[in-house]
């Protein structure tokens, strides 16, 4: 809000006047009776401000180990700008890799045990026990009822029947009960892997954060912290701006608004350098200052040698930016 009470100040300061009729038509406008008003004069007075700008802050906790740049030097795009004492970090990824690895090794274990059933021998043995004492006992049974086999043979026969079923029955609860129970050891297996590789992987993204790189090419404005000092995570470190390419923003009457195509050229004039600039329209605000009844609006400056600086002021002629045609 400030910056724009400077703006505001600044262009009825620069304005003509005559600028705007008593009627509230801009100069330059014919009024209701067909006569025109005298045309537009005057400056609109321009800041230059960076395209983009961002602040690189602490991902994780450490010791700062290095600060590349310093305030107003430039920088690319990926250049390392802060380094974070990664020693205890990179200590930390090789504890899990390691702890990794032995889990994947007790999962495969796990899995190979688990293809190991009970001893098919032990129940084919129990079946065939089984086959043999039930037919001894239909055997059995035919001569009981002939008269030819005492009661105390076929009890007895019936007796090893039973037993060889009861037998059988527990070997085949075994063996569903070591299939349930190694299905679950496989199961717990597998999610300590995948518990393992979650923590890796978090703590290599802790590591990759002990290096900020610049997100853009430009210049750094303000630096927070120093070097050997211990930082938190979220702390402050570069304030940092895209000065590669920057915003000439101004405002002007709301009443000159349909003139203002996107993408219309503009003529600056630097004050503090001395010379002209070309500028093209990119921005039209949205909200028009009640008080003023002006609206703000940005002109795009190719600014690659770096000539330009952040706060530096500019004018536009008035009359010549009304004047262009549409594009």
């Given amino acids: 809000m400030e910056h724009r009470q400077v703006l505001a100040i600044a262009l009825f300061v620069c304005l003509d006047i005559g600028t705007v009729g008593v009627d509230g ?13 005298p045309p537009l004069r005057g400056e609109l007075i321009v800041v230059f401000e960076p ?12 010791q700062i180990a290095e600060i590349a740049r310093e305030e107003g030097e430039s920088f690319e795009e990926g250049e390392v700008l802060v380094r974070i004492d990664d020693r205890a970090y990179r200590a930390t990824v090789l504890l899990l890799e390691a702890r990794l690895e032995a889990a ?19 129940i084919e043995r129990a079946r065939a026990v089984l086959a043999g004492t039930e037919a001894t006992l239909v055997a059995k049974e035919g001569l009981a009822r002939t008269g030819s086999l005492s009661t105390v043979e076929l009890e007895e026969a019936k007796t090893a029947a039973a037993v060889a079923r009861a037998e ?13 129970e190694t299905a679950h050891a496989v199961e717990a297996a597998r999610i300590e892997v995948q518990i393992e590789e979650a923590r890796l992987l978090e703590a290599r993204a802790h590591l990759e954060d002990c290096v900020l790189k610049a997100p853009f090419a430009g210049r750094v404005e303000k630096v927070h912290a120093h070097r050997l000092e211990v930082s938190t995570t979220g702390r402050q470190l570069l304030d940092l701006l895209d000065d590669r390419t920057l915003l000439a923003r101004c405002i002007v009457p ?28 990119v921005q039209i605000g949205a909200r028009v200052e009640a008080v003023s009844s002006t609206i703000g609006i940005a002109f795009e400056v190719a600014n690659p040698d770096g000539a330009l600086r952040v706060g530096m002021r500019g004018t536009i002629d008035l009359g010549e930016l009304a004047g262009q045609e549409g594009d």
Avoid at 25 to 37: F, K, M, Q
Avoid at 104 to 118: M, N, Q, Y
């Fill in 25 to 37: 038509l801009p100069r330059g406008r014919a009024d209701e009776t067909g006569s025109p008003e």
């Fill in 51 to 62: 395209r983009r700008q961002a602040t690189l802050s602490a991902l994780v906790e450490g």
């Fill in 104 to 122: 994947r090794a007790s999962r495969a274990a796990t899995e190979a045990g688990a293809k190991i059933d009970v001893d098919e021998k032990r």
């Fill in 168 to 180: 059988l029955e527990l070997l085949e609860r075994e063996r569903e009960s070591h299939r349930i």
């Fill in 254 to 281: 709301i009443a000159h608004l349909d003139s203002l195509k996107m993408g219309r050229r503009a003529r600056i004039r630097v004050l503090e350098v001395g010379s002209p600039v070309d500028g093209r329209l």
